[in-house]
């Protein structure tokens, strides 16, 4: 178990709906992180946060948003979804800003139907 | 070209065997080097992290990197059935996660 929690574990949605993923950090990290998973493109970086403040942006399209609340959980909203946004959805945290690990939690399966 | 490119196999070898596992990178900036295990349906959980070359042991585990040939790889000497995991390579061109880059993971089936 690494710490961090992440809800749902699994979700079915229909296109063009919306949903939040949520994730709690493991205990004193400061860092959330925001990772995507498919078969086709592998485990690809969304967003990082770092004590509330966005700090670095990947391959996170406009129709996603996320925010670190003042608590240190993280939401990962997706709008507008596609089947194309069916994957594995990861949340991961470190200590600090640019830690030397990171830790991922159990993933939030996601499928749009 | 990929920023980091690894066999997807899948890979199966007999219990005892010695698995090794490669991933290539044409980034030169790179300079940390990981690699993470994943069970099915599970996070990925990090096995072994080193800097810059050479080599690094934990057990039954070995990394190396080859900074030259911007070539690393992981060795597992006497698989266990319990390794049967998806192996992701990741590298970074600073001490910095938001810049992780990951390998699309190889695929390993140790058989009893």
């Known amino acids: 178990d690494s710490g961090v929690t992440q809800t749902p574990k699994h979700l079915i949605t229909a296109t063009g709906q919306r949903v939040t993923l949520r994730c709690s950090p493991r205990?004193?990290?400061?860092?959330v992180y925001w990772y995507q998973q498919s078969l086709d493109q592998g485990l690809q970086f969304l967003i990082q946060y770092y004590n509330g403040e966005e700090r670095a942006k990947g391959n996170i399209l406009e129709r996603f948003s996320a925010q670190q609340f003042p608590d240190l959980h993280s939401e990962l909203n997706l709008s507008s979804l596609e089947l194309g946004d069916s994957a594995l959805y990861f949340c991961?945290?470190?200590?600090?800003?640019?830690?030397?690990?990171?830790?991922f939690g159990e993933g939030s399966w996601l499928t749009v139907v | 070209q990929k920023e980091v490119e690894q066999d997807p196999g899948p890979l199966s070898v007999p219990e005892g065997a010695i698995v090794s596992l490669n991933c290539t990178y044409s980034?030169?900036?790179?300079?940390?080097f990981m690699w993470y295990r994943q069970y099915s349906r599970k996070g990925p959980e990090l096995l072994m992290y080193t800097y810059s070359s050479g080599n690094k042991e934990d057990g039954r585990f070995t990394a190396q990197v080859d900074k030259s040939s911007k070539y690393i790889s992981l060795f597992i000497r006497d698989s266990q059935p319990s390794d049967s995991a998806t192996y992701l390579c990741a590298m970074s061109a600073r001490d910095g996660s938001e810049k992780l880059v990951f390998g699309k993971g190889t695929k390993l089936t140790v058989n009893p």
């Open positions: 980034n030169s900036a790179f300079q940390y």
């Open positions: 205990s004193g990290d400061l860092s």
């Open positions: 991961a945290s470190s200590l600090d800003r640019g830690g030397n690990t990171i830790y």
